[in-house]
């Protein structure tokens, strides 16, 4: 018989997960003719042939019904010089898009200027995992801009283009 797992505390699991570097991205979709869109860590490529995504919402975001109603979604990779846009998409402010400069995507997606990449993708499976929806997504339109990447770790935000190579 295997024992019970115990359940990590809340304050164990947060230090976990700061140790953990992530990129910076903000997931944007269309609500009608409103853009909406919030910043998410929580990304991962899945595979490069086909190239599949996927991006985890938390369900009480008020961007998650939007998100969760769309067939497309645009994945903005942030770049060093974007403080301001984190900012702006990780608060609840009505219109996130006011002060922010964006254009439409081949499929109508949000796509943020000033990214270190920017990708639209068509949602394939929205699966419930506990408090999030996991949206797997396969990428129909990619950019890569010179902008380097921003990076998070430790409630912190990083130059990912000045990480120092380790060897």
Not at 22 to 44: C, H, I, K, Q, Y
Request: hydrophobic share 45%.
């Amino acid at each position: 018989m295997t024992p019970l797992a115990a359940k990590p505390d809340l304050d164990v699991m947060k230090q976990v997960n700061r140790q953990f570097v992530t990129g910076v991205t903000v997931v944007t979709a269309m609500d009608g003719e409103t853009p909406r869109g919030l910043a998410v860590n929580a990304f991962s490529s899945i595979s490069l042939d086909p190239a599949t995504v996927m991006v985890c919402v938390q369900r009480t975001s008020t961007t998650h019904d939007c998100l969760f109603q769309a067939d497309h979604l645009a994945i903005n990779i942030l770049s060093t010089d974007q403080l301001d846009v984190v900012g702006t998409f990780a608060s609840k402010a009505d219109d996130k898009f006011r002060d922010v400069e964006w254009e439409s995507g081949p499929f109508g997606s949000p796509l943020i200027a000033r990214s270190s990449a920017r990708m639209e993708v068509e949602i394939r499976e929205r699966l419930q995992a506990s408090t999030h929806t996991v949206f797997i997504c396969r990428v129909v339109h990619a950019v890569v801009t010179e902008h380097p990447p921003m990076v998070y770790s430790a409630g912190k935000f990083f130059d990912g283009g000045a990480l120092a190579p380790l060897g």
